[in-house]
T-cell receptor
């Protein structure tokens, strides 16, 4: 039931782009993305809802393919501050608030 | 002041000891969660509570118990700690209504070591 994230790790230079994928075996109501910096708590980035609505605090883009039960997070023109571990959390039902998190993707941005 | 706080932040204990981790929030959210984080495994849900009278087991509840003392407080107990419970523990909250419904806000975490 745990969604699968790919890649597990990626190393970039500043200014390069990256895509992080999240794939579920179950139909999804929503996908949530979080970023965790080393030694800190996960921080909310974005929610993508069934039907196309997206909500987020930062200028990050993402997609949600409901039929394929997949979501992708797009990190463009990466900055050093993008470094961290990215988690997707999936909600199959939409009425529980309970998320199942993927194993995480570690992103390192180098100068 | 932080919206979601956890105490203690670090704890070292011995096998067989009972230990309680506490979580408090000032966000006014009705839903609270306890997660465990191990390297490479992501965040796994231990217990969750939708209000004071509604507590539910998560994926990995064996060996843990919880108490929701008030809307703002949710405690996690290890009745008899064992070394494989060594992990980073996070509390989180979410609101069931409003624009940011279901967004989870995490506390700073408690690093627990069981010797």
């Amino acid at each position: 039931q745990q969604p699968v994230q790919s890649p597990q790790a990626v190393i970039l230079r500043e200014g390069e782009d990256a895509v992080i994928n999240c794939s579920s075996s179950k139909a999804l109501y929503s996908v949530h993305w979080y970023r965790q910096k080393h030694g800190e708590a996960p921080v909310f980035l974005m929610i993508l809802l069934k039907g196309g609505e997206q909500k987020g605090h930062e200028k990050i883009s993402a997609s949600f393919n409901e039929k394929k039960q997949q979501s992708s997070l797009y990190l463009t023109a990466s900055q050093l501050s993008y470094s961290g571990t990215y988690f997707c959390g999936t909600d199959p039902s939409g009425n529980t608030g309970k998320l199942i998190f993927g194993q995480g993707t570690t992103l390192q941005v180098k100068p | 002041d932080a919206d979601v706080t956890q105490t203690p932040r670090n704890r070292i204990t011995k096998t067989g000891k009972r230990i309680m981790l506490e979580c408090s929030q000032t966000k006014g959210h009705d839903r609270m969660y306890w997660y465990r984080q191990d390297p490479g495994l992501g965040l796994r849900l231990i217990y969750y509570s939708f209000d004071v009278k509604d507590i539910n087991k998560g994926e990995i509840s064996d060996g843990y118990s919880v108490s929701r003392q008030a809307q703002a407080k949710f405690s996690l107990s290890l009745e008899s700690a064992i070394p494989n419970q060594t992990a980073l523990y996070f509390c989180a909250t979410s609101d069931r209504t409003g624009y940011w419904r279901d967004t989870q806000y995490f506390g700073p975490g408690t690093r627990l070591t069981v010797l």
